[in-house]
């Protein structure tokens, strides 16, 4: 450390004293370890989450190979198949609901870094962050004829608020801290592909430098996106920017090549051999393959060329050797085997996604395929596993599941995990038809979060201030939802805040869903003091949370209410006018339809959907219409229909209702057969080994068993088997599935049903069949 002046230590004290900052100088007077050029914003901080939260399968999706079980034994795979002709063993893709800064720390520190090691470590990642100050996770929804704007959710405004909050600040700080466990996730063969725009470029470039390191830079990737804009004041943006950086210093690339211009065919390759080949002359030192150079008469002729002298007699044997008069050997360059321009970082080739696109699913941030491919192919190879921690629309894991590369794909919006889900479904049918293989994927949650996330605590505080700043905010969230839900606040309870109406009320958190483990913990409180009535409000709930828990809360003689927050519970106003409505969940009827067994044809059974509904409101019918203007409309959500309210020329509002009917409300719905046949397994810290507890087992030898073991949880994966969801081709939709063959007996079937907004709900019914 370099030594400070006695001055400058009178100056350090007074600033101290006087509870100042320091002066910028002192940041490198004090610490040896400086960088020269660094980034700096506020808040920046180099520790990261090294929080490891359980992932929870809620279902498995892998289109059957078999349409009868009988089939199943006929199909080739590359897995080990069951009797439906589903993947048994082997890596399953991974799509993962949640906040993708818990997600990556969980997995770099969690158990599954040993499954991703033994799939030889990950290879790639691609992401597409928010680099866009106005993306805040609203969805343009088609209903009938007309287009609905859904607006985000509490957790993601939240997100939105931590991403661009403070602007460019608080922007970096979220995809600084992501890239540091990024980077630590990634094989030493492995590379980064971050997509951004003029907006954050250069902050993201800047940090990648600093994270990565300057030899580890690749390249900086201009992709035209799109023609001019006639609009704009200066040059218009008509580009992304692609930042290609590696873990280690020899990543994975395969070069891509583009084919050659026909103005350079036409000047180059000018002579045509006795087959009709087209070639051009090369003297053998343009060829890559100088070794200095060598002389020697053949046939009494004098020979001159530039490369082994094994190479130049394979040439000649192959006919590929032409000489000058004075002997100097020239190479015959066929155009069949050139492999074309190589693709430079200027990539002008590749069009946007547009509007009549069989691949265009209608996401507002979708890449086209072709860009994705270019970067899969270079940088991995086949059977790699490579990641998407923003996967939006999902097409990192559509184009990685058709080249054949194992795949993660993360995302915080459930509309998100929804469009993708669909979307790989459409690619597995798709293999399926072309007699491809394809691998099951898997939809998960985290679970089991630490109570400090639930309000957002200032990690940058001492541990006293943080725990004064939990119970401040705490305090203040659960006083404003109890107002707003006209509940009285209680005390003496582990679970509770409230009471209503004769029922005892709990808030989940404010920024994070209310998970399974969350609920247990109601459920055990209730059976110690005999509690038998209970709400449960929430911003957002776990997907594959219900039925189950209320089932097994029902069960045991508890009846618990799971209820939607609105986000009008930060409209002080509302609040005051009662206006606010905590809406149920959805809620879902089906009936079951049993064929017996006749004379050569197993027994069968199908579900058809009767009934879907929603309770879900965004604005209200009296608002629009008070603040519409003439020949203006807009359409709100109130009471769990959509409706479109519009006011002409004269002043005139008219009402249109556009969910006419209960499945306008659904998207997606599919069955599991068999529901209880696959249990949910998570792998769980092993407790610490204190002595020896394996006969013939030295301490040591103790202390190196697996850290981890797999308990079950008590529940049971969704085993998606059959499905009908609305395209944008396609917007019908069915309502009875196929007859599924089954062996005779007693089983329980379960339904998953996904709405517009992609909200998920279940139920199960028991058949005989």
């Not at 608002?623 to 959509?642: H, M, P």
Request: hydrophobic share 40%; net charge negative.
């Amino acid at each position: 450390m370099p030594r400070l002046t006695p001055q400058e230590q009178q100056e350090v004290i007074r600033y101290l004293e006087a509870d100042r900052p320091l002066p910028e100088k002192y940041r490198f007077l004090l610490f040896e370890e400086k960088r020269e050029v660094e980034l700096v914003w506020n808040g920046k901080r180099n520790e990261v989450c090294n929080l490891v939260l359980p992932f929870q399968v809620i279902e498995q999706v892998d289109e059957p190979r078999a349409e009868k079980p009988a089939d199943a034994a006929l199909q080739a795979s590359l897995f080990d198949l069951d009797a439906r002709g589903r993947q048994l063993k082997g890596w399953t893709n991974k799509l993962i609901w949640g906040d993708n800064k818990l997600i990556l720390a969980s997995l770099k520190n969690g158990p599954l870094r040993e499954e991703i090691e033994r799939q030889g470590g990950l290879k790639l990642i691609y992401i597409d962050p928010p680099f866009d100050v106005g993306a805040d996770f609203s969805m343009d929804i088609e209903i009938g004829g007309d287009t609905f704007t859904k607006k985000p959710n509490i957790l993601e405004e939240i997100a939105y608020r931590d991403t661009w909050g403070k602007g460019a600040d608080s922007f970096i700080a979220m995809i600084y801290e992501r890239l540091i466990l990024m980077r630590d996730l990634l094989a030493e063969d492995g590379s980064i592909y971050v997509h951004c725009d003029w907006r954050v470029n250069f902050y993201i470039r800047s940090v990648m430098h600093e994270l990565f390191g300057d030899e580890q830079f690749k390249a900086q990737i201009t992709w035209k996106r799109t023609s001019s804009h006639s609009d704009s004041k200066f040059f218009p943006y008509v580009h992304d920017t692609i930042l290609f950086f590696s873990k280690g210093i020899n990543p994975i690339f395969n070069p891509a090549y583009e084919a050659l211009n026909p103005d350079y065919i036409a000047s180059k390759y000018r002579y045509i051999d006795e087959a009709g080949r087209k070639y051009r002359k090369d003297n053998l030192t343009a060829t890559g393959l100088s070794g200095g150079g060598y002389e020697y008469e053949w046939n009494g002729a004098r020979r001159v060329w530039r490369c082994p002298i094994e190479t130049m007699r394979q040439y000649e044997a192959n006919n590929r050797v032409i000489y000058t008069r004075n002997g100097v050997a020239e190479y015959k360059r066929y155009l069949e085997d050139s492999k074309g321009t190589a693709i430079s970082d200027v990539w002008i080739d590749l069009a946007p996604v547009n509007s009549q696109a069989k691949e265009r699913v209608d996401y507002p941030t979708q890449k086209p395929e072709a860009l994705i491919q270019r970067i899969i192919e270079a940088s991995s190879n086949e059977g790699d596993l490579i990641a998407d921690f923003f996967c939006g629309s999902g097409t990192t894991a559509a184009v990685a599941e058709k080249l054949g590369r194992k795949w993660i794909a993360t995302d915080l919006g459930k509309f998100a995990i929804h469009t993708t889900r669909k979307r790989l479904i459409g690619v597995q049918r798709q293999r399926k038809a072309q007699g491809k293989d394809y691998r099951a994927f898997e939809i998960l949650n985290l679970g089991k979060y630490e109570r400090q996330h639930y309000i957002g605590v200032n990690p940058t505080l001492r541990e006293a201030e943080q725990a004064q700043q939990l119970a401040d905010k705490e305090a203040a969230f659960l006083e404003l939802i109890l107002r707003a839900y006209r509940a009285e606040a209680v005390a003496g309870f582990i679970t509770f805040h409230g009471k209503k109406a004769g029922r005892l009320v709990a808030v989940g958190p404010v920024n994070l869903p209310v998970t399974r483990l969350f609920v247990e913990e109601i459920i055990l409180e209730c059976r110690q003091k005999h509690i038998t009535r209970v709400d449960i409000l929430g911003f957002e709930f776990e997907m594959g949370l219900f039925p189950n828990v209320l089932d097994e809360a029902r069960a045991k003689g508890i009846d618990i209410a799971p209820k939607y927050i609105p986000a009008e519970v930060f409209d002080k106003r509302a609040v005051e006018r009662n206006q606010v409505v905590f809406h149920d969940v959805a809620f879902i009827e089906v009936a079951s339809h049993v064929r017996p067994a006749k004379a050569g044809a197993p027994a069968a059974v199908a579900v058809e959907l009767t009934d879907f509904s929603v309770f879900y409101a965004q604005d209200s019918i009296a608002n629009a219409e008070a603040t519409l203007k003439e020949k203006g409309s807009k359409i709100v959500v109130e009471r769990g229909q959509i409706i479109k309210v519009s006011k002409d020329a004269k002043g005139i509002v008219t009402r249109e209702v556009l969910t006419q009917r209960w499945s306008d409300w659904i998207d997606y719905w599919s069955v599991d057969f068999d529901f209880e046949n696959k249990r949910e397994i998570i792998r769980v810290p092993r407790e610490r080994i204190t002595q020896a507890v394996v006969p013939g087992l030295e301490r040591s030898e103790q202390l190196a068993l697996p850290e981890y073991e797999e308990v079950w949880t008590g529940d049971y994966i969704f085993e998606n088997e059959w499905q009908s969801f609305r395209t944008k081709k396609d917007r019908a939709l069915e309502l009875t599935s196929v007859y599924h063959e089954c062996p005779p007996g007693r089983r329980k079937l379960a339904v998953k049903v996904v709405d517009i907004f992609g909200n998920d709900t279940m139920t199960i019914v028991e058949v005989t069949v």
